[in-house]
């Protein structure tokens, strides 16, 4: 059984084709749940219409505003209980035969290094605009990202991973449960994480969602232009206060190297530039593609504090 978590803020646009797209998935062993965030629109209708209609696939869970999309999610964790989860957004549109190809790799995956390891599996995405037209057939092109770089540095200071392209098994959920931290940047970021840290992180090269772009998108499908000088800063920022995190919160797992490696970049913005140079290289902590690199190299050797 797979349990697919659908996170909902204002989703009343899009929300009917999307989860519609998910009943007709050609896998049917799955469970709905919806987690709602405090809309103001007509989504808690939609979401309880669909309740109605489908009792035995869909489940309604109230709550308390979490303030944002990665606290929603953080939420709907506690609530899965199957040997798999996958995420959902609320404006996309899953292809027919998504959970079937992303639950193949997985139990693949699992086969050969067993249930106890934590897994994810992600695929490629169709990036479309609001009216379902192409924008770019792939995702992972349209970013230039080698996505065979999955290793634990990498993860560290970038995430290639699409939240609503994944699926983890129950060893790596269990490994997530009960987070609760404010540098984390978002829950996709997190996972990747902890997969690359302790587990294994595989890829479904072809697209298996249609990824739509609009004017309220929280993250969405960037092109590669570098940010602006203060979202370059902030962003780097941000990526060394959640390796705080992860640190604290799972140092007592860690193996000798990548405490140390992950200790390193916790503290990088306090070295010398010769120190920040010498870790970045030692640990091959880069940023992907080479423009992202260059600039991301620019920017740590000028923070002074990751506050």
């Known amino acids: 059984m797979i349990d697919i978590l659908v996170a909902v803020y204002n989703g009343e646009k899009y929300l009917k084709e999307q989860l519609t797209s998910i009943l007709n998935q050609t896998y049917k062993e799955f469970n709905i749940i919806i987690r709602d965030d405090g809309s103001t629109d007509s989504s808690l209708y939609i979401i309880k219409e669909f309740n109605q209609l489908y009792p035995e696939k869909v489940t309604f869970v109230e709550g308390v505003p979490s303030g944002s999309a990665k606290n929603n999610f953080f939420e709907l964790i ?7 989860i996958m995420f959902c957004d609320q404006d996309d549109i899953w292809f ?27 695929t490629d995405l169709t990036v479309v605009d609001k009216n379902l037209n192409t924008i770019n057939p792939s995702f992972f092109k349209m970013q230039k990202f080698d996505i065979t770089k999955t290793t634990l540095n990498r993860a560290l200071v970038q995430n290639i ?12 959920l269990d490994l997530a449960k009960g987070t609760n931290s404010e540098d984390i940047i978002m829950h996709d970021w997190w996972l990747f994480l902890i997969a690359s840290a302790f587990g294994r992180v595989e890829v479904v090269t072809t697209p298996t969602i249609l990824y739509r772009q609009h004017e309220e998108n929280q993250v ?9 000088n203060t979202q370059m800063v902030n962003s780097v920022k941000a990526s060394i206060n959640q390796s705080c995190s992860f640190l604290k919160r799972y140092q007592k797992l860690l193996p000798p190297h990548q405490l140390k490696m992950i200790e390193c970049y916790a503290n990088i913005h306090k070295c010398s530039v010769f120190k920040k140079l010498t870790i970045l290289q030692k640990y091959q902590l880069y940023k992907q593609p080479f423009i992202k690199k260059l600039f991301q190299i620019m920017t740590i050797l000028k923070i002074k504090g990751a506050g």
């Open 78 to 84: 506690n609530y899965a209980k199957s040997d798999y």
């Open 96 to 122: 027919e035969n998504k959970i079937e190809v992303t639950l193949k790799k997985m139990q693949a995956t699992e086969n050969t290094y067993g249930k106890d390891v934590p897994i994810l599996c992600h």
């Open 161 to 172: 991973v699409t939240g609503c392209t994944m699926m983890i098994n129950k060893a790596l």
């Open 220 to 228: 969405g499908a960037r092109t590669i232009s570098p940010l602006t």
